[in-house]
Structures are given as structure tokens and as C-alpha cells.
């Protein structure tokens, strides 16, 4: 095992954060042409870990840094977790 991995754990979270940074993306990942333009952005857990993600739920110009935001789930069973903003 890696030294690095002897750290890492699983617990469980809140779902709930704040957004840090938000980018309307127009170059997809792999898969996710047919979704163009979408909004992805880094959310800082209330436990402390950051997560990369999809938004959803509000435009970029609503997505300031510093809103709260929780976790969502996709339609698409067992497809991609969401942020979108806590109200």
C-alpha cells in the first residue's frame, strides 16, 4: 500500500458546503458532449474536504464563492452526485 493511502478513510459527511470557485465548461470530459455548456465547480465540504463537481439548480452569475451549497443526486440512476445552492 502507498504511504500516502495509510491516511485516508472513509467517513460519512453532511453533503452540505460552500462553494469555492464555479466555470461554465464548453469542452466536455469524456461523456458528456451531449450535456454542453455545463456548470461544474469546487465545493469545500463542512467537514473540510474540497469536491469537484457538477452544479446544478442556478446560473454561473448566481454561483458566487461563498454560497452554500448541498449535495443532490443526478436523474440518471447511479449517475453523477450534484451541488446545487442550500435554500
Known amino acids: 500500500m502507498s504511504p500516502v493511502y ?3 478513510e472513509w467517513r460519512e459527511a453532511s453533503g452540505c458546503g460552500t462553494l469555492v470557485a464555479a466555470t461554465l465548461t464548453h ?3 469524456p461523456g458528456f458532449k451531449d450535456k ?3 456548470l461544474q465547480g469546487l465545493v469545500r465540504l ?3 474536504p474540497r469536491i ?3 452544479l446544478t439548480g442556478a446560473t454561473l452569475p448566481e ?3 461563498g454560497r452554500a451549497m448541498r449535495l443532490v443526486f443526478g436523474a440518471e440512476p447511479g ?3 450534484l451541488f446545487a445552492p442550500a435554500e
Request: hydrophobic content about 50%; proline content about 19%.
Open 6 to 8: 495509510r491516511f485516508v
Open 63 to 65: 454561483l458566487v464563492p
Open 52 to 54: 469537484f463537481a457538477n
Open 46 to 48: 463542512e467537514e473540510g
Open 36 to 38: 454542453l455548456p455545463y
Open 79 to 81: 449517475g453523477p452526485f
Open 27 to 29: 469542452f466536455p470530459a
